[in-house]
């Protein structure tokens, strides 16, 4: 069964830093694209970066960019996410999501990754 469980969330401080995991299980890594979602409070889950099963990285948030960081380890079957000066803005769920092909989309949606965790909340406040 195909499983992929979040963790490393919590509460920072503005311009601290986090790193989240994404422990996938039931599944080969590599074959899959991961992708990171972040959905804030009353607004709708929308995509940050993607991993590619070769390890090419695709950032989509502009507001992220040079902030946020995805990698992955095959060998544990883990996608982490990076977070450097984090904002309040930056408060959400973050999901980490499985599609079962090679490559990254150019816009990732919510329904082109049919495998989800269970998310994990960051708060960014002083």
């Known amino acids: 069964q195909l499983q992929l469980v979040e963790s490393g969330g919590g509460l920072v401080q503005p311009g601290g830093s986090l790193r989240l995991s994404c422990t996938a299980s039931?599944?080969?890594?590599?074959?899959?694209?991961i992708t990171w979602f972040q959905q804030a409070p009353g607004k709708e889950r929308e995509g940050v970066s993607c991993?590619?099963?070769?390890?090419?990285?695709?950032n989509y948030a502009d507001a992220v960019k040079g902030r946020f960081t995805v990698s992955r380890d095959n060998a544990k079957n883990m996608v982490y996410l990076t977070r450097d000066s984090l904002k309040p803005e930056d408060t959400a769920v973050y999901y980490c999501?499985?599609?079962?092909?090679?490559?990254?989309?150019?816009?990732?949606?919510?329904?082109?990754?049919?495998?989800w965790g269970q998310g994990t909340h960051v708060t960014v406040s002083s």
């Open positions: 999501a499985a599609a079962n092909r090679r490559w990254c989309p150019p816009v990732p949606t919510v329904t082109e990754f049919p495998f």
């Open positions: 991993i590619s099963g070769g390890g090419v990285v695709t």
């Open positions: 039931g599944f080969t890594l590599n074959d899959y694209a």
